[in-house]
């Protein structure tokens, strides 16, 4: 599929093209709904732009040659889904501690366990921040629609190759596997961000954690002209561990404020109708949809109600959220599970006795009229 084209294309088909337009040479995988797409379209494309595709024996090992590519110089991703993105944590944990940049995508699906494999859900926002162990800091992007899924694929790796981070990328079963209008742009229209590399010669001491003073880590391919230390053990700037205290307080810091600082140059969302809103909704993924139905709905029958819908969900945009709601008389977050971006908006917001969640996780999508019947109690109207 050539860029500046125009498709009708699945979710996951648009995340395959953001990554594709965005540099990916190498996917490692491990075929599971409602992910397996992303895996399907990649093996084909690939190969046709020298790129590498790998179905692993599973998602751990499809994590571990994630981050060995994206060290040998590639731009690499993965996909996968609910049990899938259990098992990649620990992985996940060493690419955040060895700062190296790729993608994981994960199509949320109904939970714990095997949940309900072919159903709605949007249960692992907290497992994507705090799913693998110990302090650190974390990525996430969300998207509602086709192609807001292409751009913000493009996003998570520019952020990725701009922090040295992995990225989530949380999608649902719904945005994955829904067909919409894909508009792909030339060549050149989004700005894609390259691979940092070193400029430090052959036979001269490359220490692969300096920064710079941006605070950007130049990187070298590994098994190329330099040799260098990588580990999941506390280290130095030549990669080599160490129990010194200093250090090793000087580089948990450096991981979590890289990100955390930065959170609200990080922050993506887009708002409707916010200017005069008394009543707030605040969503993300497939339940933002029914929520900009519902206000499109409430105002043209003159309610003053708007949405505000977060496309990044990790590091919260608690600055963001507070600005947007100030003036709110109630805000009601609608997502699809017990409640997880709605603790986050109660710590940020000035009225949290006026925050007010919208659900549902029975692996049914949240639907306009479920927004509208629990607004209509909290005003006071009744069913």
């Known amino acids: 599929m050539s860029q500046g084209s125009i498709r009708f294309v699945q979710g996951n088909e648009a995340c395959v093209r953001g990554a594709l337009y965005a540099g990916v040479r190498f996917f490692a995988g491990y075929p599971i709904t409602p992910s397996t797409e992303v895996a399907e379209h990649l093996a084909e494309e690939l190969p046709r732009v020298g790129g590498k595709f790998a179905q ?5 090992a499809s994590m571990c040659a ?10 690499a ?3 996968t889904s609910g049990p899938g993105f259990s098992l990649k944590q620990e992985a996940l944990g060493y690419a955040i501690m060895a700062e190296i940049p790729c993608v994981v995508v994960n199509v949320q699906r109904a939970g714990p366990s095997t949940g309900l494999a072919t159903k709605v859900a949007q249960g692992d926002v907290n497992q994507a921040r705090w799913g693998t162990h110990g302090d650190h800091s974390i990525i996430v992007l969300t998207a509602s629609t086709i192609q807001d899924v292409f751009q913000i694929t493009v996003e998570g790796f520019n952020l990725a190759e701009t922090y040295r981070t992995p990225v989530i990328l949380l999608f649902d079963e719904v945005v994955g596997h829904m067909r919409e209008k894909l ?5 050149g229209e989004l700005p894609v961000v390259d691979r940092l590399r070193t400029e430090v010669q052959a036979g001269v001491n490359y220490h692969p954690y300096l920064p710079r003073e941006d605070g950007r880590l130049p990187m070298s391919d590994f098994g190329g002209v330099h040799r260098y230390n990588v580990t999941g053990l506390y280290h130095d700037i030549w990669g080599f561990p160490t129990e010194n205290p200093e250090q090793v307080s000087k580089l948990i810091h450096h991981l979590v404020d890289k990100i955390e600082n930065r959170a609200h140059l990080l922050a993506r969302w887009k708002e409707f109708y916010l200017e005069d809103a ?3 909704i605040i ?7 029914s929520a900009r139905h519902l206000v499109e709905t409430r105002r043209a029958k003159g309610d003053r109600i708007g949405l505000l819908e977060l496309q990044t969900l990790w590091p919260f945009p608690a600055q963001l959220v507070r600005e947007k709601t100030a003036h709110a008389r109630n805000i009601f977050v609608v997502e699809m599970n017990m409640g997880q971006v709605t603790t986050q908006v109660k710590q940020v917001v000035h009225r949290p006795d006026r925050v007010f969640l919208v659900n549902r996780m029975d692996g049914i999508m949240v639907t306009p009229t479920d927004i509208g019947k629990v607004m209509r109690v909290i005003e006071g109207r009744g069913f």
Request: glycine fraction near 10%.
């Open 278 to 280: 008394e009543h707030v």
């Open 56 to 60: 692993m024996e599973d998602e751990i």
């Open 283 to 289: 969503s993300y993924g497939a339940s933002a949809r």
């Open 77 to 79: 991703m993965t996909a």
């Open 66 to 75: 994630v981050c060995g590519a994206s060290l040998a110089g590639s731009k």
């Open 183 to 187: 508009v792909i742009p030339p060549a």
